[in-house]
């Protein structure tokens, strides 16, 4: 029978690829895919109380990229739907994080270290 560390991960595997798979159905570009999880993973992070970030924790001083209109809809989407279900803050970073890691690994190994970069640059630390 699986600890509850197994079922929890399994958990935030499984809501990671929904929001991947509903983040394909909307963003054609898989490059996007990954800034837009890389951006909602920092703004659910910027909203954090003090004693619930993390060692490790950098406090933004930069911009976060600006997105078009219909990929600004999509985070919209996305951002509004896990806030209503995903009650918890520190529980919605985490999430984001994951499906930014699923859309990495939706890459090529070529596209793959480009976006990561981009993805460092956007969270402050790797997702």
Same mark, same amino acid.
């Given at each position: ?23 394909? =159905?909307? @963003? $054609?570009?898989?490059?996007? #895919?990954?800034? *837009? !999880?890389?951006? %909602?993973? +920092?703004? &659910? /992070? ?37 806030? =209503?279900? @995903? $009650?918890?803050?520190?529980? #919605?970073?985490? *999430? !984001?994080?994951? %499906?930014? +890691?699923? &859309? /990495? ?23």
């Amino acid at each position: 029978m699986p600890d509850q560390n197994e079922t929890i991960e399994a958990g935030l595997q499984a809501s990671a690829d929904l929001l991947l798979k509903l983040a394909r =159905k909307k @963003v $054609s570009a898989r490059h996007d #895919r990954v800034r *837009l !999880f890389a951006r %909602a993973t +920092r703004e &659910a /992070l910027d909203v954090l109380p003090l004693e619930s970030r993390g060692p490790g924790f950098v406090l933004r001083t930069w911009n976060l990229p600006a997105f078009g209109n219909s990929l600004q809809a999509v985070f919209n989407e996305v951002s509004g739907s896990v806030a =209503k279900f @995903v $009650s918890i803050p520190v529980a #919605r970073s985490v *999430l !984001f994080a994951y %499906a930014t +890691r699923r &859309a /990495l690994d939706d890459l090529s190994p070529d596209e793959r270290q480009v976006a990561l970069d981009e993805a460092v640059a956007i969270i402050g630390t790797p997702p």
